[in-house]
């Protein structure tokens, strides 16, 4: 059992930036495929930003160019750099994870067998 845990949400401004950073249990966090996805309020949750085990990233139209994954292997840790933030950005974001060994590419949540509880992203006009 993988468990994730999210952090570095909350309120900013427009044109302002925020970090998320979310921990993963298990020995071999350097073998899993990492995502991030969002949640906006009416909204169906979206893909917005994936890892491989590679390091390879791979980001949603929405999100190119202002958001940067990467991964820390020594702390267990993804980070998602969101900056030039909008107002269209809040929502819940979700960290997601593989799993071990899940060493593929892939923007559908339904390849992610394990999930953070979601932290919240507000950015005010």
């Known amino acids: 059992q993988v468990q994730l845990v999210e952090s570095g949400g909350g309120l900013v401004q427009a044109g302002g930036s925020l970090r998320l950073s979310c921990t993963a249990s298990?020995?071999?966090?350097?073998?899993?495929?990492m995502g991030w996805f969002r949640q906006a309020p009416g909204k169906e949750r979206e893909f917005a930003a994936r890892?491989?085990?590679?390091?390879?990233?791979y980001y949603s139209d929405s999100v190119k160019g202002r958001f940067t994954i990467s991964r820390d292997n020594a702390k267990n840790t993804v980070y998602l750099q969101m900056n030039s933030l909008k107002p269209e950005d809040t929502a819940v974001y979700y960290c997601?994870?593989?799993?071990?060994?899940?060493?593929?590419?892939?923007?559908?949540?339904?390849?992610?067998?394990?999930w953070g509880q979601g932290t919240q992203v507000t950015v005010s006009s």
């Open positions: 890892i491989t085990s590679s390091a390879g990233t």
């Open positions: 298990g020995r071999t966090f350097s073998s899993y495929a």
């Open positions: 997601a994870a593989g799993g071990p060994g899940s060493r593929w590419s892939s923007s559908s949540e339904m390849r992610y067998n394990y």
